[in-house]
């Protein structure tokens, strides 16, 4: 069988876990690699033997050679390269958040809808194993109803500061809220109907970044389960992980608790203290095989592309996603609650 062609844009760290993916898996080849700065783009088709560099993505995605693509570009860069993959009918792995903004990601899933292309949002958490067993406890039933919960993750200033160059054009709730509106939706099956938000500024704007500090969140389920949710970027950097990631759930018969920031059982200390090292996010494997959550979930949308298994998360959760994160921010902006939708 012929192996499915393709295309990374964005030559950034996550692009390199697509590239990475693409170049393990048996049933794919990389051909092209895209980058607004050339050299990023050489430097990944380099390092990862792809046939094809590109600086355009339009290039690159209307390469008769193509066969689907991954966006790994910052937040707010996903809509036009998603709209124009899914126009040239390649098969789409975007990163999250799927859009934006609620008519941007409108636009694209009436487009996923029409295009003979798959669209996958690569929502990794879905396959976190730990959070893979709350859903599972929720869903049997473990604690009864969940009547209420209270969802953390956040970064340290690294993030902002170092980590990313764009970080003032996004904030702590489109960069972690993403992911973390996605994990409850997931866990609970349920919609968001209305939220509540108060965010502040200063920390980081003192610093160069003018962005939110962090966001404080309520978000009322559908089923009747609040949670209160926190995205910041100013945690210290001296904490042990750069990532603070926790859920709690109670329940009419118990409680669930989850951590999954780090799993402990391994620790360095070194100059700055006690640091934490991720070992199930990536994990050792064989040549052919990938290992761990997050390169587990770039590894269903090829599942899904060639041998027809369901999507991890298609563009109608990527829509949902980001019409809970537009209504946070408009609860910002008014000082009032807002129905979702």
């Not at 009864?144 to 919960?149: P, Q, S």
């Not at 970064?155 to 500061?161: E, G, R, S």
């Not at 934490?276 to 770039?298: A, Q």
Request: proline share 3%.
């Amino acid at each position: 069988m012929s192996k499915l062609r393709m295309g990374v844009i964005g030559a950034g760290l996550w692009g390199n876990n697509h590239a990475h993916t693409f170049n393990v898996l048996p049933e794919t080849e990389l051909v092209g690699v895209c980058d607004l700065d050339e050299g990023r783009a050489l430097k990944m088709k380099e390092s990862f033997g792809a046939e094809l560099a590109f600086t355009d993505y339009e290039k690159l995605i209307n390469n008769a050679a193509i066969d689907a693509v991954s966006v790994a570009t910052p937040d707010f860069t996903h809509t036009p390269i998603v709209l124009a993959a899914l126009k040239a009918d390649k098969h789409v792995l975007s990163e999250k958040p799927l859009a934006t903004t609620v008519k941007e990601a409108e636009e694209i899933a009436e487009a996923a809808a029409k295009s003979k292309g798959k669209l996958m949002v690569d929502f990794h958490n879905r396959v976190n194993p730990i959070l893979a067993q709350v859903r599972d406890m929720i869903q049997n039933g473990e604690i009864g109803l969940a009547r209420h919960g209270s969802a953390r993750l956040s970064n340290t200033t690294y993030v902002p500061f170092e980590m990313l160059s764009w970080a003032k054009k996004s904030s702590a709730l489109w960069f972690l809220g993403s992911h973390l509106v996605d994990v409850l939706r997931f866990i609970l099956a349920d919609e968001v109907e209305r939220v509540y938000s108060v965010a502040r500024s200063g920390t980081l704007a003192k610093g160069g970044v003018d962005t939110k500090d962090f966001h404080s969140s309520i978000l009322e389920f559908s089923k009747g389960t609040v949670v209160t949710m926190e995205n910041s970027w100013i945690l210290s950097k001296d904490n042990p992980s750069l990532v603070d990631f926790k859920i709690e759930f109670v329940g009419e018969k118990g409680q669930v608790q989850a951590d999954p920031t780090h799993n402990g059982g391994l620790r360095r200390i070194v100059d700055g203290g006690l640091r934490y090292n991720d070992y199930i996010g990536i994990t050792p494997t064989g040549e052919t095989r990938i290992g761990g959550f997050v390169l587990e979930s770039i590894a269903r949308f090829i599942d899904s592309v060639v041998r027809g298994t369901p999507l991890l998360a298609d563009a109608e959760d990527g829509l949902a996603n980001t019409k809970i994160l537009a209504a946070i921010e408009e609860s910002v902006a008014t000082g009032k609650a807002v129905t979702v939708g």
